[in-house]
Nanobody
Framework: QVQLVESGGGLVQPGGSLRLSCAAS????????MGWYRQTPGKQRELVAAITSGGSTNYADSVKGRFSISRDSAKNTVYLQMNSLKPEDTAVYYC????????????????WGQGTQVTDSS
């Protein structure tokens, strides 16, 4: 089993900052990608930010310049630093990883965290 444990969500005022963390554990041979998605009720889950094992990053247009994703490879942990938060950032944020279990030539497996609520309000 592979588990992703998220933390750091909460209530913050517009313009404030929050830092999310996600730690992966279990039968992971090598992580290919870790990232953050978010979802509001009745809407499609969307990619917020992702980072590869090599350090390459990708961001949704709506968060570029405000959010920053980073990793601690030794701990299989990914972080999302969220600055200049806006009301439209309110959502449940989910951690995701795509990883190899057997070898680097095998198929990728996928795992999701339970989600952490981020609420931006005045």
């Amino acid at each position: 089993q592979v588990q992703l444990v998220e933390s750091g969500g909460g209530l913050v005022q517009p313009g404030g900052s929050l830092r999310l963390s996600c730690a992966a554990s279990g039968s992971i041979f090598s992580i290919a990608v870790m990232g953050w998605y978010r979802q509001t009720p009745g809407k499609q889950r969307e990619l917020v930010a992702a980072i590869t094992s090599g350090g390459s990053t990708n961001y949704a247009d709506s968060v570029k310049g405000r959010f920053s994703i980073s990793r601690d490879s030794a701990k299989n942990t990914v972080y999302l630093q969220m600055n200049s938060l806006k009301p439209e950032d309110t959502a449940v944020y989910y951690c995701n990883t795509r990883y190899y279990r057997g070898s680097l030539l095998g198929p990728l497996s996928d795992a999701w965290g339970q989600g952490t609520q981020v609420t931006d309000s005045s």
